[in-house]
Nanobody, 128 residues
Framework: QVQLAESGGGSVQAGGSLRLSCAASGNTYRHYLMGWFRQAPGKEREGVAALDSDGSTTYADSVRGRFTISQDNGKNILYLQMNSLKPEDTAMYYC??????????????????????WGQGARVTVSS
C-alpha cells in the first residue's frame, strides 16, 4: 500500500506557472509507475504525464513541452511543473501509482483504470 497526497494547486492567469507536488508514504520501496492525471468538469480523467522507476518519462501531446514530471527520491515526492498554462488546463489534478509497472510494460499508462493508488486531487484553475 502507498498513500498519495497532492498539494500546490491554485489559480493563475494564462501563461503562468504552477508546480504540483505529490507526497508518497507507506510502502515506497516497491517499484512504482507514477502518473499525473487531470479531470475537467464533464470530461473523463486523462493521463497527463508518467514517470517510472527506470527514470523514463512520457507526456500527453496536449502538455508536451509545457509540463515536466520529476521526482525527488530522497523525499518520496513527485512533481509536475506546469508552464505556459492555458485555460484548457483547468481541471482537478491527481497523482497515481501502479506497482511493478513501467512505461515500457504499460503502454496504456494514460488510462486511469491501470492505476491502483490515488491521491485526493488538487484543483488548478487557469483564467484567460
Amino acid at each position: 500500500q502507498v498513500q498519495l497526497a497532492e498539494s500546490g494547486g491554485g489559480s493563475v492567469q494564462a501563461g503562468g506557472s504552477l508546480r504540483l507536488s505529490c507526497a508518497a508514504s507507506g510502502n515506497t520501496y516497491r517499484h512504482y509507475l507514477m502518473g499525473w492525471f487531470r479531470q475537467a468538469p464533464g470530461k473523463e480523467r486523462e493521463g497527463v504525464a508518467a514517470l517510472d522507476s527506470d527514470g523514463s518519462t512520457t507526456y500527453a501531446d496536449s502538455v508536451r513541452g509545457r509540463f515536466t514530471i520529476s521526482q525527488d527520491n530522497g523525499k518520496n515526492i513527485l512533481y509536475l511543473q506546469m508552464n505556459s498554462l492555458k485555460p484548457e488546463d483547468t481541471a482537478m489534478y491527481y497523482c497515481a501509482a501502479e506497482g511493478d509497472a513501467t512505461i515500457a510494460t504499460l503502454p496504456t499508462w494514460g488510462t486511469h483504470d491501470e492505476y491502483t493508488f490515488w491521491g485526493q486531487g488538487a484543483r488548478v484553475t487557469v483564467s484567460s
